[in-house]
């Protein structure tokens, strides 16, 4: 009997028609250890089914708290369906917090959770993020262990909670920013020549190839803050970065990585830059993959503006330099065309619009069109067969003019389509300052920086 009732374990087609054969099988006294183990391998197959359908969570190589988190899903969720209820919410924070995350902020508070409550009332709080947590101390806070303890029963070292330092994938996240800042301090402004043995070993990592995943996420989670502040990755500063890191992934291009880290171990890493990547880690997921999921999901065109165009970082496109031959060279043809027919002039412009000059400034910019970044816009256009970006190079004073300087790099804006069609035919008005356009357009005024060029 025992082995018919395992052969209708392995062949139960959902979750619910599960639970009701567990409860058949309880009801009749049936349950031998091995129909016991049977059934738990099927929740949890049911469990990690539903993770990766409801999250998009990468799966592979989890913890061994993470692999009992995913576990446990299948029963919770039976148990909520058991009541009439759902387990949208519990959903919906794992795909936003990612596993560890999820557990720490549920368990946090001052209320037992929702999910404790159901579990135990089950006889089944080994389930629970609670006793995982205890489990496996070592992949969560001080902060999350001491309510675990609390909610299970355990006594506390402490009356109070250890202060809120965040989750322990951001507190590893916070050491790294502070040794890094101190390295870069030490270096003038210079990350590079160390491994990632060596920021394992500051986490105490002895051994990556047990802890390369944790470190691997804590140096994705401060590639996509840098990301968010438009500099290069940190992670890349590193002598051998990870191997699996910055994969193609099915997309049509791929991440340049060797200009990339060029231009990670040759930016100066200032205080102030190091800061703005520390606040914008703090407000990430723990799991570095579901902002970097949703972010190329939704704006992959705008991540690969920022991995092609950081050898010239995004603050610093404004100072893009033009060689001085070339500028030497515009500054020649420009005395030329004083007296040539307008026609002429215009075909010289277009040349240098689209052009080598042309080409080199778009991509300085990160093929964006700077009216849409002084809007807070993203950029539209599409991808042309060269995998570039298309955006198109405008002379702010046109040539025709005859202006001294028209020709100049300086005189250059880059525009998507649409901009550039408004510049010469809509209602736009242009003010020049030695380092800047100010446009008023569509009752908005921007302040655009005007390329730079090497006058050395």
Request: net charge neutral; glycine share 8%; with cysteine.
């Amino acid at each position: 009997m025992a082995q018919d009732i395992l052969a209708i374990i392995g062949g139960v087609p959902s979750l619910g028609k599960l639970d009701t054969l567990e409860r058949n099988v309880q009801a009749k006294g049936a349950g031998t250890p091995e129909i016991e183990q049977a059934l738990q391998d099927k929740y949890a197959e049911f469990g990690r089914i539903m993770v990766e359908q409801k999250t998009g969570l990468d799966l592979a190589d989890l913890s061994s708290a993470e692999k009992r988190i995913v576990n446990a899903i299948g029963r919770y969720v039976a148990l909520q369906k058991r009541d009439g209820k759902n387990a949208e919410y519990t959903f919906r924070i794992l795909r936003n917090r990612g596993l560890i995350d999820a557990a720490e902020v549920s368990v946090a508070r001052s209320k037992v959770t929702q999910g404790f409550e159901t579990l135990n009332q089950a006889e089944m709080r080994a389930l629970s993020f609670e006793q995982i947590i205890v489990d496996n101390p070592e992949e969560f806070s001080a902060r999350a262990l001491w309510y675990a303890n609390r909610t299970l029963g355990v006594a506390n070292e402490s009356d109070k909670p250890p202060a809120d330092l965040g989750t322990l994938t951001q507190q590893r996240t916070e050491r790294v920013l502070d040794w890094l800042a101190d390295r870069a301090n030490q270096h003038s402004g210079a990350l590079n020549l160390y491994s990632n043995a060596d920021v394992g070993a500051l986490l105490g990592f002895d051994d990556l190839t047990r802890h390369g995943r944790v470190l691997g996420n804590v140096q994705s989670r401060l590639d996509f803050a840098c990301y968010q502040a438009g500099v290069p990755p940190l992670g890349l500063c590193v002598v051998e970065y990870f191997a699996n890191a910055w994969s193609r992934e099915g997309r049509r291009w791929a991440f340049p990585v060797p200009d990339m880290r060029l231009a990670a171990q040759t930016y100066n890493w200032s205080g102030s830059t190091l800061a703005k990547v520390r606040a914008n880690a703090r407000l990430l997921p723990g799991q570095a993959a579901i902002p970097w999921r949703k972010e190329l999901n939704e704006r992959e065109t705008y991540v690969r503006r920022w991995a092609e165009g950081l050898l010239i970082p995004f603050e610093q496109a404004g100072t893009a330099t033009i060689p001085q031959p070339v500028v030497e060279d515009l500054e020649k043809t420009e005395r030329k065309l004083l007296t040539r027919p307008p026609m002429v002039r215009e075909r010289v412009s277009k040349s240098i619009e689209r052009g080598s000059i042309g080409a080199r400034l778009k991509r300085a910019n990160g093929f964006r069109c700077q009216i849409c970044d002084a809007l807070g816009l993203e950029t539209v256009g599409f991808i042309k067969l060269n995998g570039e970006p298309y955006v198109e190079a405008h002379h702010a004073t046109p040539v025709s003019e005859l202006e001294i300087g028209s020709l100049s790099a300086t005189n250059i804006m880059i525009l998507c389509a649409n901009h550039h069609r408004q510049m010469h035919y809509g209602n736009v008005n242009i003010e020049r300052t030695a380092a800047t356009f100010i446009l008023t357009l569509d009752e908005a005024r921007i302040t655009i920086r005007r390329f730079g060029q090497n006058n050395g």
